[in-house]
């Protein structure tokens, strides 16, 4: 059973860092796309950041890009969002997802809620 | 970047009804959208792929299709646990863009 699990989450001041990860298991890690997905109810659902599977490709939404890195360790089975500069507009619910090899989301973890506050 | 326009954003219906949501792309997207549907406190739930190809596992009373530029997501009957919000999504091209969502209501 394909499972992703976030951690990392939590209260950050304004101006901080932080670090979100994503456990995986259950299927090949190393042979998939993964993709951060982050959900407010100001902005919806936002995708923000792509990663080959080898992590020799990313992408990112063009006004996250400089504040945000996504990269992954394939053999911890892990999958990275280093935010910086954190802003009360990235308050949000971040999912880790997964990419089948044709580009569709076929499944998400359970989130990590983000809230941005001094 | 590709605005997707779903619509409506809120419909009340009743269990058994047929229920059409529409999702359309600012630009041509092939047949390169998803369908996902998404419960109060939970990840969105894949649906349908390739604008019409059922997800394994999802109840065949969904289905989605392409008319002309619009796509459509259509539950034939609905139960009592598709009450929920739905958002479209295109994989086209980066970066990849959602819908605002239609809320499933109970009428």
């Known amino acids: 059973e394909v499972q992703l699990v976030e951690s990392g989450g939590g209260l950050v001041k304004p101006g901080g860092s932080l670090r979100i990860s994503c456990a995986a298991s259950?299927?090949?890690?190393?042979?998939?796309?993964m993709n951060w997905v982050r959900q407010s109810p100001e902005r919806g659902l936002e995708w923000v950041s792509s990663i080959s599977s080898a992590g020799s490709y990313t992408h990112y939404t063009d006004s996250l890009k400089g504040r945000f890195t996504v990269s992954r360790d394939n053999a911890k089975t892990s999958l990275y969002l280093d935010i910086t500069s954190v802003r009360a507009d990235d308050t949000a619910v971040y999912y880790c997802v997964r990419e089948e090899t044709t580009g569709w989301f076929d499944s998400w973890g359970q989130g990590a809620r983000v809230i941005v506050s001094s | 970047d590709i605005q997707m326009t779903q619509s409506p954003s809120t419909l009340s219906a009743s269990v058994g009804d047929r229920v059409t949501i529409t999702c359309r792309p600012s630009q041509s997207i092939s047949d390169w959208l998803a369908w996902f549907q998404q419960k109060p406190g939970r990840a969105p739930k894949l649906l349908i792929y390739k604008a019409s190809v059922l997800q394994s596992g999802v109840p065949s009373r969904f289905s989605g299709s392409i008319s002309v530029t619009e796509f459509t997501l259509t539950i034939s009957s609905l139960q009592p646990d598709d009450f929920a919000t739905y958002y479209c999504q295109q994989y086209n091209s980066y970066p990849w863009t959602f819908g605002q969502g239609t809320k499933v209501e109970i009428k």
């Open positions: 259950g299927f090949m890690f190393s042979t998939y796309t």
